[in-house]
């Protein structure tokens, strides 16, 4: 399974993981980098082994799982993860 | 004695047909910021993304319609200005690393996305999927 970051508004991909957590480990880092208007052009697609893809998140949906993460940090919920990128 | 120029073929979604340069600029042109995260990125910021085989862009075009309505395939020449790579982790991509210009030379064809359901051919990893 990989999950892939890619700028709409560019074309291009931005980022690729392993797995979800780090995925929206990076949304959550580039909103604070970057703000929140940065994140709607962004989409998170999902492609498993078979290269069969599925959206799971884009725009204000990414941003809300980014906003979801920083407060489940911030509330100690969770931790940052360590990013596994390609 | 010289023969033809070997090129390698990619597909891109794209915006316009024909394309123009603002199709083949990359997130450094666009003057989108630099990604946070690792040195691979910083160098991806620098290029295009493009796939192998045009069943590849299509599937990700219908998936995420804001890439383009259209895919432009675009013959490299394996010698000259334009470099590539393969990037990321999902199959078949790569990135390409020339000035905006030159890529819309070369390209060759461009057709539709389209809209229709995508087939189980085109959906799985058995197609003409490459890389």
Redesign the interface.
Known sequence: M???V?????????????SEVEAVA?AE??MR??GAA?LEQL?L?Q?D???????VA?GSALLACAVARRDAVLSGAGSPTG?T?? | MSGPIPTCSFSRLVHSDPPGEQDFRSDEACGEPLPVGDAARDRRWQGVSVFSTEAQARKLGRLVPRLGRFIAEVAVPHEGDITFARTGRSRGHFTLWGHPGELVRRVTRVVLVGTDDVPESERSATDEDRG
């Open positions: 990989s999950y892939e890619w700028n709409t508004g560019s074309g291009n991909l931005i980022a690729a993981f392993e990076f880092a580039s980098e970057h940065y989409a697609v492609e082994r078979d290269g069969r893809l599925e959206m884009e990013a990128s390609a």
